[in-house]
């Protein structure tokens, strides 16, 4: 996939919201396969240089959440495992595995559309990305599409269990 919006000076505009929803279209098409639907997309100097969505299920891999096969993608696409000029689009706060690769990564900026108070360790449970104990910190942004993240995230657990609706995406980390 080639997406690149920027202008001749190479300034970069498309917003947090045009990124977020190409991470939201990921998501979804992850839903339809039976996945729990989350995507992930990183873009350096306003290209998208990697998009993944959850593939535990269809990979049998605990570890083969949306973030950690995007970072490896933009690891690879860059010729570099530091990714401190990209941002990592998200479309659930990310867990305490995928904030460990993002910090590992030097990651520069994350983004994410939803808050996950069951398993998030970017605003909810702990605040990796800027912790004074470890070794890197990031700029955390979020909120960019939450109410159509969370509803994506409501309406994949409540067809799971045939419909009550309600939020559980302590289940997705
Ligand atoms: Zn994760």
């Not at 973030?67 to 490896?72: D, K, V």
């Amino acid at each position: 996939m080639q997406w690149v919006v920027h202008d001749a000076a190479g300034r970069d505009l498309a917003s947090d919201a045009d990124y977020m929803d190409l991470a939201l279209r990921i998501a979804q098409d992850a839903g339809t396969k039976g996945e729990v639907p989350i995507g992930a997309v990183v873009v350096h100097e306003g290209e998208v240089v990697a998009f993944a969505a959850n593939r535990r299920e269809r990979d049998q891999d605990p570890t083969a959440h949306a973030e950690i096969l995007a970072l490896r993608q933009a690891g690879q696409r860059l010729g570099s495992w530091r990714l401190n000029d990209c941002t990592l689009y998200v479309t659930l706060e990310p867990c305490p595995m995928c904030m460990g690769a993002a910090i590992n990564a030097r990651l520069g900026r994350l983004a994410f559309a939803c808050r996950d108070p069951k398993a998030g360790a970017a605003v909810s449970l702990y605040a990796l990305g800027h912790d004074d104990r470890l070794n890197h910190r990031m700029i955390v942004s979020e909120g960019a599409r939450r109410e159509v993240a969370s509803s994506l995230l409501s309406r994949f657990f409540a067809g799971l269990r045939g419909g009550d609706g309600s939020l559980d995406p302590g289940q997705a980390a």
